[in-house]
T-cell receptor, first 115, second 112 residues
Framework: EAGVAQSPRYKIIEKRQSVAFWCNPI?????LYWYQQILGQGPKLLIQ????????DSQLPKDRFSAERLKGVDSTLKIQPAKLEDSAVYLC?????????????FGPGTRLTVL | GENVEQHPSTLSVQEGDSAVIKCTYS??????FPWYKQELGKGPQLIID???NVGEKKDQRIAVTLNKTAKHFSLHITETQPEDSAVYFC???????????WGAGTKLIIKP
């Protein structure tokens, strides 16, 4: 079974530029998560989708971050404009269903460096 | 708000010895507690979990214990091996059990 795919793996941009990350979840998984993981910290949930609807985006900085999940499959996360403090690893995960006790399967992440 | 505290931040043990990582949580409604292992350059991977109606769960060399009264849970790894070296995260369910809140992680180093 193929895992969660993410691209790109690494991205370096200057502040105020924009960037987009892509995620392809495991086939059949209804729930998709985007996490931000700052060095030395645990993952912080940015947004959770159930199919193509948003379950929780309370910690998404909506003035600069946006995410969509078209047709309930692939998802993109965008940052515009980027700030220095956005430097982090952005992890995408998927699970069969949305309840917390469903195992989350993570992709390898995209390491973003903002200069 | 809700939080999960994890200790220690770094743990170094001799190969073959046991390792224990501890977490405390604040939301008394939390009822699901997973542990994830993250190797360098990879995403976290679930290694064991426990629900609130169980006090202990074991899977080969790994065990998790839960004390709901004290609101803390622990990961125990016995007979540690070099491949156990990684960052370990605890988490707890919140928000009507649709979200997880994560600890800050413990870097486990296995010394040969």
């Amino acid at each position: 079974e193929a895992g969660v795919a993410q691209s790109p793996r690494y991205k370096i941009i200057e502040k105020r530029q924009s960037v987009a990350f892509w995620c392809n979840p495991i086939s059949g998984h209804a729930t998709l998560y985007w996490y931000q993981q700052i060095l030395g910290q645990g993952p912080k949930l940015l947004i959770q989708f159930q199919n193509n609807g948003v379950v929780d985006d309370s910690q998404l900085p909506k003035d600069r971050f946006s995410a969509e999940r078209l047709k309930g499959v692939d998802s993109t996360l965008k940052i515009q404009p980027a700030k220095l403090e956005d430097s982090a690893v952005y992890l995408c995960a998927s699970s069969l269903r949305g309840q917390a006790y469903n195992e989350q399967f993570f992709g390898p992440g995209t390491r973003l460096t903002v200069l | 708000g809700e939080n999960v505290e994890q200790h220690p931040s770094t743990l170094s043990v001799q190969e073959g010895d046991s390792a224990v990582i501890k977490c405390t949580y604040s939301d008394s409604a939390s009822n699901y507690f997973p542990w994830y292992k993250q190797e360098l350059g990879k995403g976290p991977q679930l290694i064991i979990d426990i629900r609130s109606n169980v006090g202990e769960k074991k899977d080969q060399r790994i065990a998790v214990t839960l004390n709901k009264t004290a609101k803390h849970f622990s990961l125990h790894i016995t007979e540690t091996q070099p491949e156990d070296s990684a960052v370990y995260f605890c988490a707890a369910s919140i928000g009507s059990n649709y979200q997880l809140i994560w600890g800050a992680g413990t870097k486990l180093i296995i010394k040969p």
